[in-house]
């Protein structure tokens, strides 16, 4: 089960200072993973730092391995639903403080509805905090 977390959404201004497919917003929710290699294995929660059409960020105390497949479930602010992928890990690094690993991860598998609504929700820039910031 998703726990639920104060959802904070805002766009990102690192467009031009990186080279990504799709853009991002900046969007902190609640996800749960677990490897798609590994069936037996329970589901680890984490915390969504961006998301884009192509992929998303999240941190997760769980140490993640590049190239690692990973069948996902998001609960994007803003959207009905979840977002269900399963994405390979592109990077992953260890936070300097704590014990948690930050993660990038790419779209492998995700349907043409999901991957639509994600690209819609990132492009309106949608804010669910009912103060409208």
């Not at 884009?52 to 690692?68: I, Y």
Request: glycine share 10%.
């Amino acid at each position: 089960m998703l726990r639920s977390f104060r959802n904070e959404v805002h766009l990102t201004q690192k467009f031009s200072a990186e080279r990504r497919r799709h853009p991002r917003l900046v969007c902190h929710g609640a996800g749960q993973y677990r490897d798609l290699l590994q069936p037996n294995e329970t589901y680890a929660g984490c915390i969504t730092r961006d998301v884009s059409a192509g992929g998303v960020g999240f941190r997760t105390p769980r140490r993640l391995e590049s190239d690692s497949r990973l069948i996902l479930q998001l609960s994007i602010p803003g959207l009905s639903g979840i977002v269900r992928a399963i994405a390979q890990v592109v990077w992953a690094a260890r936070q300097p403080q704590g014990d948690e690993y930050e993660v990038g991860a790419q779209f492998v598998q995700i349907s043409p509805e999901d991957r639509s609504s994600v690209a819609e929700y990132v492009e309106r820039g949608v804010c669910s905090d009912p103060r409208g910031h």
